[in-house]
C-alpha cells in the first residue's frame, strides 16, 4: 500500500471516529492539525459592513463561533439586545448554545435539522415578517442559507462575524505523510501562507466539499481523492475505499 500516513486538517476527534478503525485496517497512521481556525472580527471590521444590528428581527445562526463573536461585539459596540429579538439556528446543538448568553425561550428560539431549507420551514407565514440578520463566516463563496432567503425573497441582510486565521504549522513536514485532507479554502490559503514556495511532487491530497476544490485547483493543487459522493458520502468512506482499492 503507497499510503501510510495521512494528515487530517481538523482537530483530533475528542471520541472514537471512523479513522480509528480504517488505520487499525489497513496499517495507516492518521494524525490531526488545525490549518486555521475561526476568530471574531473587530469592533472596525464588523463596523466597515455598515451593519445596524438593531435594525433587525431576528437572527440567523449556523455555528457557536457566530454566536460567541455575535454576542462578543454587541459588547463592545455597547448594542442591548432587546427581549424581543428572535434567533433561527441550523441545529438545535446551535440553539442550545445560546444559553451562554441568554436566557432561552421557546417562543424566541427556534432550531432546524441541519438544512438551509429547515430554517425556512420555521419561518412559515408566521415569521416571515420579520427583519432578518444572517450571521456568517468570512468565505469566497455564497452562504446556503443566504442563498435560500434570496429564493424566498425574505427581507434580510447578511453579516460577517468570524473570519478564518491561519495557524502557524510550519513545524510540520507535510512531506512526511503520504496523504493530506483539506477541508476548506482557508486550509490551501494557510497551507501558502505557512510554505510560500510548496511544491506538491508526490503528496496526495484529499477535499470534501465544492468551495475547497475550486480552491485547490486555483492553486493548482491536484486531487487525488474528492468526497462527498454518492458512493463515498464522508472522508473517511472516501479514505477507506481508496485504501481498499491501492
Known amino acids: 500500500?503507497?499510503?501510510?500516513?495521512?494528515?487530517?486538517s481538523q482537530q483530533q476527534p475528542k471520541t472514537a471516529s471512523p479513522y480509528t478503525?480504517?488505520?487499525?485496517?489497513?496499517?495507516?497512521?492518521?494524525?490531526?492539525?488545525?490549518?486555521?481556525?475561526?476568530?471574531?472580527?473587530t469592533s472596525r471590521e464588523f463596523r466597515a459592513q455598515r451593519i445596524n444590528i438593531l435594525d433587525h428581527t431576528a437572527i440567523v445562526f449556523s455555528a457557536r463561533t457566530t454566536i460567541d463573536a455575535f454576542f462578543q461585539l454587541c459588547e463592545e459596540l455597547r448594542v442591548k439586545v432587546p427581549e424581543t429579538m428572535k434567533y433561527f439556528c441550523t441545529t438545535e446543538a446551535v440553539a442550545n448554545y445560546l444559553q451562554k448568553?441568554?436566557?432561552?425561550?421557546?417562543?424566541?428560539?427556534?432550531?432546524?435539522d441541519g438544512t438551509p431549507q429547515s430554517i425556512v420551514g420555521l419561518i412559515g407565514t408566521k415569521h416571515k415578517g420579520e427583519n432578518?440578520?444572517?450571521?456568517?463566516?468570512?468565505?469566497t463563496s455564497k452562504d446556503a442559507v443566504t442563498k435560500i432567503f434570496e429564493t424566498q425573497k425574505f427581507a434580510f441582510e447578511t453579516a460577517v462575524f468570524v473570519k478564518p486565521v491561519a495557524q502557524d504549522i510550519k513545524d510540520i513536514d507535510l512531506h512526511s505523510y503520504d496523504m493530506v485532507v483539506l477541508f476548506n479554502p482557508a486550509d490551501v490559503k494557510s497551507l501558502y501562507e505557512n510554505y510560500p514556495d510548496f511544491q506538491q511532487?508526490?503528496?496526495?491530497?484529499?477535499?470534501?466539499?465544492?468551495?475547497?476544490?475550486?480552491?485547490?485547483?486555483?492553486?493548482?493543487?491536484?486531487?487525488?481523492?474528492?468526497?462527498?459522493t454518492p458512493e463515498t458520502p464522508s472522508v473517511a468512506k472516501a479514505i477507506e475505499l481508496y485504501l481498499s482499492r491501492n
Not at 491530497?205 to 486555483?218: K, P, Q
Open 1 to 8: 500500500m503507497s499510503v501510510k500516513k495521512i494528515l487530517i
Open 21 to 41: 478503525s480504517i488505520a487499525e485496517k489497513f496499517g495507516a497512521e492518521f494524525d490531526f492539525r488545525q490549518f486555521f481556525k475561526m476568530e471574531p472580527l
Open 101 to 112: 448568553h441568554i436566557v432561552y425561550r421557546k417562543r424566541k428560539i427556534f432550531f432546524g
Open 132 to 139: 432578518f440578520l444572517i450571521a456568517t463566516a468570512e468565505s
Open 201 to 228: 511532487g508526490d503528496l496526495k491530497f484529499v477535499s470534501y466539499g465544492r468551495s475547497i476544490v475550486a480552491a485547490m485547483e486555483e492553486a493548482g493543487l491536484t486531487i487525488e481523492v474528492s468526497a462527498p
